[in-house]
């Protein structure tokens, strides 16, 4: 039985504690560090944790654990992930992966350093809806994917960066590019891969305690001619997120739905239902997966560290979505194309370029921790 320590007991703990309750026999809970020493006594209770315990350093509880989830803010990423690799800990890391490539390259170099796996966060690759459409995306048999558009729009009302971390480009790292819409910029990416450019711009259109971006627009271009549209918001109402792929002869829809077009000698368009239909019936006779969201990403992971199957969100997954994010603020804040890959040369490979960013506001308003922790989850919206 694999022993686990949770280091950082915010928000997203909870789902972590519950993945690793889920796998059974497989795994344990040891240990939560948090600075806020009540906060981990508190999830301690909640889950009826009785036989771990409560730490302020998670350096004091390292030697216990055999695998570690990191669930602090993305600015104590690098440590906490760095730390328990050395200490020959499998790493479950939430994303965002950290807020810079070099960071991410100490990590991915910690990890092989001492053999051990490295996992990010992302889900949404566990959700059986998402994950056979990409697969039908992938497969071929609706031809090349020509065009894909990502609308990751979330709502969060001015409260939301009142949380003293948050807002900061130092601290967070990043608005709703890097913090909201990297569930989506990881599909896109799983779906298409890394592209070869990109276009984009941002602002800040209603978060007034926040330096940072509530929305941007990006344009990519990939290698073999297609493009994507990425649209990242935090002032949309509803959430209506959809991922579309405008396949050859289908456009393909998260959460599912099929379109299909023939042309009339006119070149106009009437609806092909037969492909509609195939391309349904396809959708519907795909298998589903058994844990969704983290519970699905903590059993693979443990199963990993098993050797009982492959890593299904890899270190370099986490990386490339950090890659095209920096893409998205190089552009946003240049005014020009970015070509990927980003180099080591560049001043956007460190966070060095965040003292120069743009602050579309001041921070006027810090509290240490919200009372209530509940946050938008995936469940049901897909």
Known sequence: ??????????????????????????????????????????????????????????????????????????????????????????????????PSLAECDEIIAAAERHGKLLSVVVQSRFITGIRNVLDMVRGGAYGKNLYARVHSVWYRGESYYDLGWRGRWEVEGGGCTQNHSIHHIDLLLW??????????????????????????????????????????????????????FQMERAGLRIPFQAFASKPRDNGFPEPDEATVAEATADFESRPKLALENHDGQVQNFLRAVQGKEALLATAQDGRNCIELITGVYASSITGQEVVFPIGKDSEYYTGAWRAKAPHFFEKSKDVAAFSDTTITSFKNKF
């Open 1 to 98: 039985m694999l022993k686990v320590m949770i280091i950082g007991c915010g928000g997203i703990a909870p789902a972590h504690i519950e993945g690793y309750l889920h796998a059974g026999e497989d795994a344990t809970i040891v240990c939560l560090a948090d600075q806020n020493l009540q906060r981990a006594k508190d999830l301690m209770e909640r889950y009826g944790l009785t036989e771990a315990r409560a730490i302020e350093d998670y350096h004091d509880g390292l030697a216990d654990a055999d695998v570690v989830s990191v669930c602090t803010p993305p600015g104590l990423h690098r440590d906490a992930a760095v730390a328990a690799l050395e200490h020959g800990c499998h790493v479950l890391l939430e994303k965002p992966m950290a």
């Open 191 to 244: 779906a298409k891969g890394m592209p070869a450019s990109i276009r984009a711009m941002m602002t800040n259109l209603n978060h007034h305690n926040s330096e940072e971006e509530d929305f941007s627009s990006s344009v990519l271009r990939y290698p073999d001619g297609s493009v994507a549209e990425l649209t990242s918001s935090l002032i949309s109402h509803g959430e209506a997120q959809t991922l579309i």
